[in-house]
C-alpha cells in the first residue's frame, strides 16, 4: 500500500527519487502516466494490469470510456528504477503536471502520485477543510 507525503527534486534530466517507503512495490515493473487532477501516477505492474483489465471491461461504445482510455495509455510510460531509486519522467509528462525542481510524492493506497508542489498545497488545503472534506465524502458510504 502506497501512504504518506515526500518532497523530491526534479533534475535536469527529468529524474526524480522514489521514496524508499515505495521501491520494493515498484521493483517488480512500473507505469507512470497522466492522471486525473493535473498530476501523475505511478503503478506497480501489477496493478497497472488490473487497471488495464478494468478499461478493457468498459463498453467501447461509450465516449467517456474511449476518452479516459486513451487519456491514460497515450500518456504512459513503463519505467524502471536507477540504482540510486530514481525514475526518468519523460518530458511530456513533467510538462503535463507542471514539475520543475521539485515534486512532491504522495501514496493513494494502489498507487503513487506525483504533483507540482504549489499544486499539491492547493489540493492538501481542500483537502483539510472540514466543510469541504465532509462534501467530497458524502454518499461514499464512510
Aim: charged share 25%; hydrophobic share 45%.
Amino acid at each position: 500500500m502506497f501512504t504518506g507525503e515526500y518532497r523530491h527534486s526534479v533534475d535536469e534530466k527529468g529524474r526524480v527519487a522514489v521514496p524508499s517507503k515505495f521501491r520494493a512495490q515498484l521493483e517488480g515493473g512500473a507505469f507512470v502516466s497522466r492522471w486525473i487532477d493535473a498530476c501523475l501516477a505511478i503503478f506497480p505492474k501489477g496493478e497497472w494490469d488490473a487497471l488495464a483489465a478494468k478499461v478493457a471491461a468498459l463498453p467501447i461504445a461509450d465516449a467517456s470510456s474511449r476518452t479516459f482510455q486513451r487519456f491514460i495509455f497515450a500518456g504512459a510510460f513503463e519505467i524502471d528504477l536507477d540504482r540510486q531509486g530514481r525514475v526518468v519522467l519523460p518530458a511530456s509528462l513533467r510538462s503535463f503536471a507542471a514539475l520543475e525542481g521539485e515534486a512532491v510524492i504522495v501514496g493513494s493506497r494502489d498507487h503513487a502520485e506525483i504533483w507540482a508542489p504549489a499544486r499539491w498545497d492547493d489540493y492538501r488545503r481542500e483537502l483539510e477543510s472540514p466543510e469541504a472534506l465532509a462534501q467530497h465524502l458524502s454518499g461514499l458510504g464512510i
